[in-house]
């Protein structure tokens, strides 16, 4: 029956690792079996965003002669950092794109001015000896603005991590690995040389792989393995590609917003939504950190939590009973992290068929939140605190005996909205006494664990709001 139930459990993890590698898993099932001819560039998020900018009044002449990658950074292999650079040497080449997709500027040459002036040379040589001074080649455009900049920075490994479970060798797991890639665009004014604008995005770069797969013998000298799996690298020119073009939309954006140029009067009204697209969109980056996370969440300053809870026992018997118990906490912040708690509780405390004891608790506790603008904050508290056997079925019917209490523990909280969420935690209790069960043997004391579930209601606010997050 053992044997049967273990391969039961080993096939349904089997099933749920291929399921869990399968969803969604777009690249999994475009696995390259044979080569592939030629194809036009794949687009990003932002291009089409770029080529929906306002019409622009009058499009400005604006040249780049050298948008690089300045950062020097190497490919990161496993055995440390190759010769292949990790960035495209060719940025100047997507800037120049983007600048012209974005329908606002008339890019002209100057990253190879040199070969360009040779060409006029040339054809300039040419027509003067068939033709007069008076046709000549007309003048070069010459840029109202210059376009400077480049690719600032690449961190490589700024989050990596991954899961797996395997049970009598089947099972799969995941490794993920985040790099980001900086961009800084400025244009500048060629008559003056003022800095009109500087503008300042990034990208990250993921890469991911997941495999699943078993390893074991299924009868007498029949063994299985199965192995499958995939890993996927973001491409880092696609990356840069982004950068370039959320930097060239900012820039025009910026630049209608100060009246540095401006929209063609058709275009007044979707110029007007695209500044308060935005305008809601610099003020959720202000609110986010450089891994994603948003401050989103008033802290509250008073928090009541009626909870469920379940409470195992650890005492001088040798069995230990679960037993079911409640409770209300009440949280007061003083500060947008630390705070003052009151826990009162009831359960009890068993050993299965030996003893049982119903208490009641009540105790003091520090508590620390450390992510309180976050809709998920991991919670720390630790206190003292009294415990008592109660005699009857009211929570305050407590007779004999009461015991000084020390207890700590973790959770975390969920945040709703704005007037409830969602509290888990787990704590040690420890009572300082070891005839809690009514024998003292051993040479630690009794104590026990209680695990809790309950809902928090947010009754006031915290005055401080969240501040933007410096990056």
Not at 29 to 35: A, I, N, S, V
Not at 244 to 255: D, H, N, P, R
Not at 399 to 416: R, S, V
Request: proline share 3%; hydrophobic share 35%; charged share 20%.
């Amino acid at each position: 029956m053992f044997h049967s139930g273990l391969r039961i459990g080993a096939i349904l993890l089997i099933a749920s690792s291929f399921m869990w590698l399968l969803a969604g898993c777009s690249a999994y099932f475009h696995q390259p079996t044979r080569t592939q001819s030629a194809r036009l560039g794949e687009e990003t998020s932002i291009t089409a965003e770029l080529r929906n900018l306002p019409a622009p009044h009058e499009k400005i002449v604006a040249a780049v002669y050298k948008f690089r990658d300045q950062t020097g950074q190497y490919k990161q292999t496993e055995t440390g950092s190759g010769f292949s650079t990790a960035v495209s040497q060719g940025t100047t080449n997507i800037l120049l794109k983007a600048l012209e997709e974005s329908g606002w500027f008339v890019p002209i040459e100057r990253e190879n001015v040199s070969n360009l002036l040779n060409e006029r040379k040339i054809i300039r040589s040419s027509l003067s000896q068939y033709k007069s001074e008076a046709e000549n080649l007309p003048p070069l455009l010459f840029a109202g603005v210059i376009l400077e900049g480049g690719i600032v920075s690449y961190d490589a490994n700024t989050i990596t991590g991954g899961a797996g479970l395997r049970f009598f060798g089947t099972g799969g797991s995941s490794q993920y690995r985040q790099d980001r890639v900086t961009v800084y665009l400025r244009a500048v004014a060629t008559k003056s040389g003022k800095i009109l604008k500087t503008v300042y995005t990034s990208k990250t770069i993921l890469s991911q792989a997941i495999d699943a797969g078993t390893f074991r013998y299924v009868s007498f000298k029949r063994l299985l393995e199965v192995e499958t799996g995939y890993a996927t690298n973001e491409p880092a020119q696609m990356a840069v590609t982004e950068a370039i073009e959320k930097a060239v939309q900012s820039l025009v954006l910026e630049g209608i917003k100060d009246n540095l140029w401006t929209v063609d009067e058709k275009g007044a009204e979707q110029a007007q939504n695209a500044l308060s697209a935005y305008a809601r969109e610099k003020t959720e980056m202000s609110q986010t950190d450089i891994h994603g996370a948003r401050n989103t969440v008033e802290p509250s300053r008073l928090t009541v939590q009626p909870y469920a809870s379940v409470w195992r026992y650890y005492g001088d018997f040798a069995t230990h009973g679960i037993r079911t118990g409640y409770g209300l906490t009440a949280d007061v912040y003083l500060s947008n992290s630390f705070g003052i708690q009151v826990n009162a509780s009831v359960g009890t405390l068993a050993s299965d068929q030996k003893f049982s004891c119903p208490v009641s608790t009540l105790q003091g506790n520090l508590i620390y939140r450390s992510l309180p603008f976050r809709r998920i904050t991991p919670l720390v508290f630790a206190g003292i605190g009294v415990i008592g056997c109660r005699t009857g079925s009211s929570p305050v019917d407590i007779g004999g005996k009461q015991y000084i209490l020390l207890n700590g523990g973790i959770g975390t909280e969920y945040a709703i909205n704005h007037v409830f969420g969602l509290r888990t935690t787990l704590d040690y209790q420890q009572p300082m006494t070891d005839a809690l069960d009514g024998i003292m043997a051993g040479n630690h004391r009794d104590y026990y664990l209680r695990g809790s579930v309950g809902l928090s209601f947010y009754l006031g606010r915290s005055v401080r709001r969240p501040a933007p997050l410096h990056r």
